[in-house]
């Protein structure tokens, strides 16, 4: 190890320790900085066979199975609920994934929410909501779009919010040349037709 | 050998024991049998579901109860029509609150805990119920509180739909989950058997619903008669 490396190490973004480097860091130019995980449990359970629940929590924010929090939950970034909350989540622009071992005492707002505990409140997804089988939810939902397996309880109202599809900013028109008799070009259509 | 195997050709295949669905005893939940994959389902054509839904043709934004519980079918169909979609799990409620006991379904203050927790939403909530088959498996005291409930929470011209076997030669009849597949097209996937608590023949229908202003019934090729109701 030479005197570079560690001044190189010095650099080096924190790390969450469930993912211990052994490696020296490679020397990487600076770039774009990455977006860090936050962890509140052990990732133990990822070094045994990945489940469902595993691949859901992915890289967001984790709030495992030992946790209780009481209170306002306000994240931009996705985040995992393994554990129980009571109170308010709100992930406006991200998903919100509840574990299996996940208990949701709170009123939820979200862009995506992903339902595999109980959740006990209203919830309002902007994008879509998905209720896996063995999930519980009681509360009335609103949302674009709503997955509900079989094998999943629900109780309560859905209320479907139709989100008006994006449209392409209209390019700009340029006034007709004096004199010229060319034919304004139509418009283009809404959406592309599909052939059969 | 040719006619025995033209005869056997027209009857039809015969259901073996293995493919039966288990009968169910009230302590087994339903909710358990319908997450599996032992469900027998096919599609059949429904007058009652073709008629219910005729009745609300070019309204949107009512308020729809299904008490069978959520699924995805339901769901889309119904929102897809514009309505709001309000669930409640009708059966599991009445297992867990009474597990098996038919004495405990005469009781008031039983029969009070069981409605405020299913059915407690304000008077004059509902343009339409689907009852499906749910209100088969309850003692005569419980199942005319249940009625009565629903003739409260539904609004004033609201319809109500109810299906009954209608033969009382059979010990048990098959527990379905409906789906509705379009307006006239029902998926019922039987997942259990069992037994009625009691006959449901025309008279006492027209009792059960005499609170409501209009009864009206289909038979169907399964002997099972489907109920609409109006307030």
């Known amino acids: 190890m030479s005197v570079w490396n560690k001044q190189r190490r010095e650099e080096e973004p924190f790390k969450p320790l469930n993912t211990p480097s052994l490696r020296p860091a490679p020397p990487v130019p600076p770039v774009e900085t990455k977006k860090e995980t936050t962890t509140l449990s052990s990732m133990s359970s990822m070094a045994a066979g990945r489940t469902e629940a595993d691949l859901l929590r992915g890289g967001s924010a984790t709030i495992g199975k030992a946790v209780k929090i009481v209170g306002q939950i306000f994240s931009r970034e996705d985040l995992f609920v393994d554990g129980d909350v009571e109170g308010t989540i709100e992930l406006i622009e991200h998903k919100l994934t509840i574990g299996p071992n996940g208990k949701v005492h709170a009123g939820v707002k979200a862009r995506e929410v992903v339902a595999l505990g109980a959740i006990q409140g209203n919830v309002e997804a902007s994008d879509r909501i998905e209720i896996r089988k063995d999930a519980k939810l009681v509360g009335d939902i609103k949302t674009a779009r709503i997955v509900i397996e079989d094998g999943a309880y629900f109780k309560g109202s859905i209320d479907i919010v139709k989100t008006e599809p994006k449209t392409a900013p209209a390019p700009p028109r340029h006034p007709p040349v004096p004199g010229s008799n060319a034919a304004p070009a139509p418009a283009p259509a809404a959406a592309p037709e599909v052939k059969r | ?231």
């Not at chain 2, 006619?3 to 939940?29: D, F, T, W």
């Not at chain 2, 009625?196 to 399964?222: A, D, G, H, I």
């Open chain 2, 1 to 231: 050998m040719l006619r025995e195997r033209l005869k056997s050709i027209l009857r039809g295949p015969r259901s073996s024991a293995a493919a039966s669905p288990p009968v169910s005893g009230m302590g087994q939940p339903r909710f358990a049998a319908r997450s599996g994959d032992k469900e027998l389902s096919r599609s059949r054509l429904s007058r009652g579901l073709e008629q219910f839904f005729g009745c609300f043709a070019g309204q949107t934004g009512l308020t729809m109860l299904d008490l069978g519980g959520a699924n995805q079918q339901n769901v889309n169909f119904i929102t897809s029509l514009g309505h709001k979609f309000y669930s409640e799990d009708f059966l599991r409620a009445f297992e867990e609150i009474f597990a098996g006991d038919r004495a405990d379904q005469s009781n008031p203050g039983r029969i009070e805990h069981f409605l405020g927790q299913i059915l407690e939403y304000p008077d004059e909530t509902f343009d339409g119920v689907l009852a499906w088959d749910v209100l088969e498996y309850m003692e005569p005291a419980l199942l005319t509180a249940a009625v009565d409930r629903l003739a409260r929470i539904l609004k004033p011209k609201g319809y109500l739909l109810a299906f009954f076997h209608s033969d009382d030669r059979v010990a048990t009849v098959p527990c379905y989950i409906f789906r509705i597949e379009d307006i006239r097209t029902l998926q019922v996937c039987e997942y259990a058997k069992r037994a009625p608590s009691q006959l449901f023949n025309n008279r006492r229908m027209e009792k059960l619903f005499q609170n409501f202003e209009s009864v009206k019934f289909f038979l169907t090729r399964e002997r099972l008669r489907e109920v609409i109701v109006r307030k």
